[in-house]
């Protein structure tokens, strides 16, 4: 699972970890737990027992792979590329141990040519151990946290206490209106709607009030998608055009 992309705003991902667990609303129809249900039909190695059944429809069991097939595959990429790292999991979850996330650390060093864009629902973790001396801070690594309603706002927050030359917010699967938030350090905000089976919708009236916060703090805008069943049919176009900003990492080191 590295490789090529087709999400909007990256080039490639790389899954050095199989497996996750259901932390908050955003999970619940998580496109990543619906392919590890896929692939773990398949038969792959990496995903065998991650998600199961629930209601007909598959959830993450917990189980984790730490995957040394995979954990070098960005050495191998010449070109530069943005790298989405672990878009079918969570780097920074409970159970990943320190001397794994150290050795994916090693690999984003080693690579300077790439920008790795990290996520996690878990940033008082991030914060946790990037902040230890073993973690150097890395001008080609971006770090960010998800929020999908007013009810997780408090992660930017603590987005706040990683050192980070970039750090991003994705308001994905945006459920709920995240009302009122402070930007201040977040260089990049990622907006879109859910997507695939049992969707929920998005307001385009949540979608602009996070536009006109962007504004305010001087945060990259980016409009992903407004989502649904078909989000081919939808689009992603806002205000009348797309929107695909992206931070300035020499503004960011100023």
Known sequence: MAGQSDIEWTDATWNPISGCVVLSPGCSHCYAMRMASRLQAMGHSAYRGVTKKVNGRPVW???????????EAPLRWRKPRKIFVNSMSDLFQDGVPEEFVARVWAVMQRTPQHIY?????????????????EFPLLPNVWLGTSVENAKFVSRIDLLRCVPAVIRFVSFEPLVGAVGEVDLTDIHWAIVGGESGPRARPMDEAWVEQIHRQCGRYETAFFFKQWGGINKKATGRTFLRREWNEYPNPGLALD
């Open 61 to 71: 069991t917990g189980k984790l792979y730490l995957r040394e097939d995979a954990l």
């Open 117 to 133: 864009q990290i996520l996690t629902k878990r940033p008082e973790n991030m914060a946790a151990l990037l902040n230890k001396s």
